[in-house]
């Protein structure tokens, strides 16, 4: 896929902290429980770490127990690229940015209780936050 934001790893390294491009660029994933988003109740709105992108809006987020922050839906579909991903030897759907490619995390279907059914399983570091002025 083309994305409207397209950087060279030097970019990307130059522009992200180590860990931010590990998960970002790298598909990797942060610790469960160490986020600094999870525990984020404000309303506004999430945007991806790397270009800015709109991807969630706070009204979206629930507790799902689950130690990285959750959504049922993203602000639009066509916000999120969802991915068939078979590594680690499971099949799951990863969630990159639309925009600029970037790793998200992971959506799964058991958000039990939420309007789609769906869990969109985000790293906190892969997410910058603004709240309402």
């Not at 579909?77 to 680690?88: F, G, K, N, Q, S």
Request: charged share 25%; hydrophobic share 30%; aromatic share 10%.
């Amino acid at each position: 896929m083309s994305y409207n934001v397209q950087k060279t790893d030097e970019q990307w390294r130059t522009e992200l902290s180590p860990d931010q491009y590990a998960v970002l660029r790298q598909a990797g994933t942060e610790r469960a429980w160490t986020g600094e988003l999870l525990d984020e109740h404000r309303a506004g709105l999430y945007t991806c770490a790397a270009c800015g992108a709109e991807l969630f809006q706070s009204g979206t987020k629930f507790d799902s127990h689950c130690g990285w922050p959750s959504f049922y839906e993203s602000v639009r579909p066509e916000a999120v690229e969802l991915i068939e991903d078979r590594t680690h030897g499971m099949v799951r759907t990863e969630v990159r940015c639309a925009n600029c490619g970037s790793h998200l995390g992971h959506v799964f279907p058991d958000g039990f209780g939420t309007p789609t059914g769906d869990r969109y399983c985000m790293n906190s570091l892969s997410l910058s936050f603004a709240p309402e002025s």
